[in-house]
C-alpha cells in the first residue's frame, strides 16, 4: 500500500488556519487530518466542526477526521459532509459497530482509533467494520508528544492481523511522528503517517513532506 502523510491542522498556526492549509496542500500533503477534542476524552479542547469546515474551503485533499470525543454519536452528522474518512475512538462511550456503519453509510471512510493502554486484540470484534485502523502513538490530547517505542509490537501485530484476516485497511499512526519514527512505524506495517510538529515546524513542508513518504 502506498504510504499516505496527513499532516495535522492542530500543530498549524490558527490565526493562519486558510493559508496553512493551502501551504500543507502546495507542499504534497495527502490529507489532512483534523483533530477534534472536546475536552472530556482527553485533557484539551482544540476545535470543532466550523474549523474543520473552514479548513475545507482551502484544500482540496480528503480531510481526516479524529474525534477525540465522549459521544461521538451525537456529533457525528456534523463533521460528515466535509470529511473522506471520520475516525472514533474504541473508548468513547459509544455503540462502535453503530457509528462505524453510520460513517459508511454516509459513503466516508469508517476509523477506528485505539488508545495506548488498549491492545490489539480489542478490534478483533469489529474487524470488516472499519477501513482505517488509527494507533495511537502518544496519549491523546496534545501536540508535538514524543513516541512510544512499545507501540510498535502493536503495529506489527495489526498489520499481521490484517494479512491473516486477508482485510485490507489501512493502518495509520498519530503522534510523535518524524522522519525516524516513520521509517520504524512504515517497517512495522504502518501506511499512513500523521504528523504534526514535523510539518508545521519545518522550515521546509515540501521537503519534511517526501523525506516522510
Ligand atoms: C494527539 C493528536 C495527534 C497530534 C500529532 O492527540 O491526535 O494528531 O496532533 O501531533 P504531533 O505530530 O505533534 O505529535
Ligand atoms: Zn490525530
Known amino acids: 500500500m502506498k504510504v499516505l502523510v496527513a ?16 501551504d500543507v496542500t ?3 500533503a495527502d490529507w489532512i487530518h483534523c483533530d477534534v477534542m472536546d475536552g472530556h476524552f482527553v485533557d484539551n479542547i482544540s476545535f470543532g466542526s466550523a474549523f474543520v469546515e473552514a479548513a475545507s474551503r482551502h484544500t482540496d485533499r480528503p480531510l481526516d477526521v479524529h474525534l477525540m470525543i465522549t459521544n461521538p454519536d451525537r456529533y457525528l452528522d456534523r463533521y460528515l459532509p466535509v470529511a473522506h474518512s471520520v475516525n472514533i475512538h474504541l473508548e468513547a462511550e459509544a455503540d462502535v459497530p453503530e457509528t462505524l456503519a453510520r460513517i459508511r453509510t454516509a459513503g466516508k ?6 488508545n495506548p493502554h488498549s491492545p490489539i486484540d480489542s478490534i478483533e470484534p469489529y474487524l470488516k467494520q472499519f477501513d482505517l485502523l488509527l494507533i495511537m502513538t502518544v496519549e491523546p490530547g496534545f501536540g508535538g508528544q514524543p513516541f512510544l517505542e512499545d507501540m510498535l509490537p502493536k503495529i506489527r501485530a495489526a498489520a499481521e492481523l490484517r494479512k491473516k484476516s486477508h482485510l485490507d485497511f489501512r493502518i495509520t499512526v498519530d503522534g510523535g511522528i518524524n522522519i525516524a519514527t516513520a521509517r520504524q512505524c512504515r517497517e512495522a506495517g504502518a501506511d499512513v503517517l500523521v504528523a504534526g510538529t514535523s510539518v508545521f515546524r519545518s522550515k521546509d513542508r515540501a521537503a519534511e513532506i517526501a523525506a516522510l513518504r
Open 26 to 28: 502546495r507542499a504534497g
Open 7 to 22: 499532516p495535522s491542522i492542530l500543530a498549524c498556526n490558527f490565526a493562519r488556519l486558510g493559508d496553512e492549509v493551502a
Open 109 to 114: 471512510k469508517a476509523g477506528l482509533a485505539l
